[in-house]
């Protein structure tokens, strides 16, 4: 739902700040003053193409901020997600136009292109008008209608994984085909392959064992050497370190007898020659069986470069030989049993196909059946909405199997004729922005229950109609607002007096330069707005009676 629109140097608005709460808004105001520039902000917002003609005279740039409250809109928070930009629950947007004929865009505080302002806004707004932001007159968007107008979510949802599953199941088949194409060659480079790497025989832990092993070998002399000058600090002079041990001992163990006190010391002096005899016993059968072994350690840098030139050719690590050599080996048992394999996938191909054809089929005939409803529904709607000889169809046209897709085998296109003897043409092709307006009303009001948009505006949807009808479209859209938000602009009183809330805006001079303020209206202030709407400059007791009486039907 839009929560606030701050609007800042846009056309004759200096700065303006619009709070907006749940239900029917309504926007009135003198002519000129500058109704329609609240839905322009909107448009910019949301990603429509910008022109520095908008922005305030004197001014450099022009600012828009709109502010979303998005916590009952999943797909919304969804998109938000996969684009790093949720906020828990809200979503800011805000537009800058720069006077040099650019401008920047960011979703929650983060810089966007204007797509994705656009990919945003078809989830948060739609406007209905003379405008171009309407998703209405997008083909995609009347399927979507349809489907969700004739509850298809779970067959849309099975045709989509139908179509999905059956196309990769065609790609591999592809693959596999080409694959076949090129076995000869490719089963010849892996047995190749395979030999060379059996021939290397890479046991799973072998790596380790040999480089363990070649580092001892090849530092055999060095550890000799230091083992050696060991045993030799520790035995094999007179101050060697046992010899001193030994002697130290001998001495307290005499005067331990003098004074028990040096018996705990003289125990520790003997554990220590006896750990010192044990480590040199150990030293000396270590040295004893290390011996220099040139052949060994030649044999050993030879395996090792094998190794090591095999990984470099094969581009992988050494330790990743053995899996290369196991995937290589199923691509081998693959192509030489491809036939069987082809043929497996062929059936299954053919399997999935058949099952999609048969969901794209039941989705075909439930959307014809739907179409009927809803074009009916919509006419009858249109006709109450000053259009007596307005028909809408609801066209559903087959494809051709090449141009399957995920959403099945139709193209839905909305064709209206406003006119008696106008054949139906495509709704993006409705010339009168008030006709395509109401046409667009009847539409919204027919499949109310399932649009996910939260957020409608519909800007001067009254153009040209009055009286009795222009009662109705104001209680069409007030219902409408029952269940969503809805901003209104309108020049009629049936339509304001139906409002839940009601904004009026106003354009004022000091004589220097132009501004538009707005301002909320409520009790009196209402209906003397309304009584202007009805009257017009003179604004007599019976009118504003007739107003009073007007918003007391609607709210009493």
Known sequence: MLQQINIKDLAIVSTLEVELQPGMTVLTGETGAGKSILVDALGLVLGDRADTGMIRTDCDRAEITAL?????????????????????????????VLRNGSSRAFINGSPAPLKALQELGDQLVDIHGQHAHQSLLRRPHQRQLLDEYA????????????????????????????????????????????????????????????????????????????????????????????????????????????DPGLQSACELLDSAGIQVSEALSSLRHYTDNLELDPARLEHLDRRLGEIHDLARKYRCKAEEIPPLLERLQQELDQLDHADTHLAALQQQVEMLWNTYLGQANQLSESRRSAARRLAEQVSQGMHTLGMPNGLLVVEVTALDMERASANGLDQIEFLVSANPGQPPKPLAKVASGGELSRISLAIQVATASCTQVPTLIFDEVDVG????????????????????????????????????HHLRVEKGSNGQETHTSLGRLEGDSRIDEIARMLGGVEITPHTLNHAREMVERING
């Open 68 to 96: 979303f409250d998005t916590r009952a809109l999943p797909a919304v928070n969804q998109w938000l997600e996969q684009h790093t930009l949720d906020d828990d629950g809200q979503c800011i947007i805000r537009r800058v």
């Open 151 to 258: 509850g298809h979510t779970a067959l849309c949802r099975q045709t989509d994984e139908g179509y999905n599953a059956w196309r990769e199941a065609e790609q591999r088949l592809a693959t596999l085909r080409t694959s076949a194409e090129e076995r000869g060659a490719r089963i010849d480079l892996l047995r190749y392959q395979i030999n060379e790497l059996t021939t290397l025989n890479l046991g799973e832990n072998e790596l380790d064992g040999l480089l363990q092993e070649h580092g001892l070998l090849s530092n055999a002399g060095n550890i000799i050497e230091r083992c050696n000058f060991a045993l030799v600090c520790l035995d094999d002079e007179d101050d060697a370190a046992l010899s001193r041990i030994n002697r130290a001992h001998g001495q307290l163990l005499e005067l331990a007898r003098l």
């Open 465 to 500: 109609i009055g009286g009795g009808t222009a009662e109705i479209v104001g209680r069409l859209l007030r219902q409408i607002g029952n269940s969503q938000q809805v901003l209104c602009v309108t020049h009629l009183p049936q339509v304001a007096s139906q409002g839940h």
